[in-house]
Nanobody, 117 residues
Framework: QVQLVESGGGLVQPGGSLSLSCAAS????????MNWYRQAPGKERELVAA???????NYEDSVKGRFTISRDNAKNTVYLQMNSLKPEDTAVYYC???????????WGQGTRVTVSS
């Protein structure tokens, strides 16, 4: 059974940090591009950070310099380190695995991040 399970969300004050994890099971992430998306209340889901098979990374403009995506293929896990958090980072964060060559696209259930004083 294919699963992506996010963890690490929670409530944090502005300026604080959180580290999200996404553990994959039922498949190996080695052949997948891995992404973090987020969806804030009343807004569309947006791509926050992406990491390719060769570990090239890409970030949405508002998180550049604050968020870092990484992958550990041996642990079948992807991470998102979030620093200098702002209230506008409040959202449900989703892990996504894509293997476009065969049309595979998997989603986790999401983890909620709330940035508030």
């Amino acid at each position: 059974q294919v699963q992506l399970v996010e963890s690490g969300g929670g409530l944090v004050q502005p300026g604080g940090s959180l580290s999200l994890s996404c553990a994959a099971s039922g498949f190996t992430i080695t052949m997948y591009a891995m992404n973090w998306y987020r969806q804030a209340p009343g807004k569309e889901r947006e791509l926050v950070a992406a990491i390719t098979l060769t570990e090239s990374t890409n970030y949405e403009d508002s998180v550049k310099g604050r968020f870092t995506i990484s992958r550990d293929n041996a642990k079948n896990t992807v991470y998102l380190q979030m620093n200098s958090l702002k209230p506008e980072d409040t959202a449900v964060y989703y892990c996504n695995a894509q293997r476009q060559s065969v049309g595979y696209n998997y989603w986790g259930q999401g983890t909620r991040v709330t940035v508030s004083s």
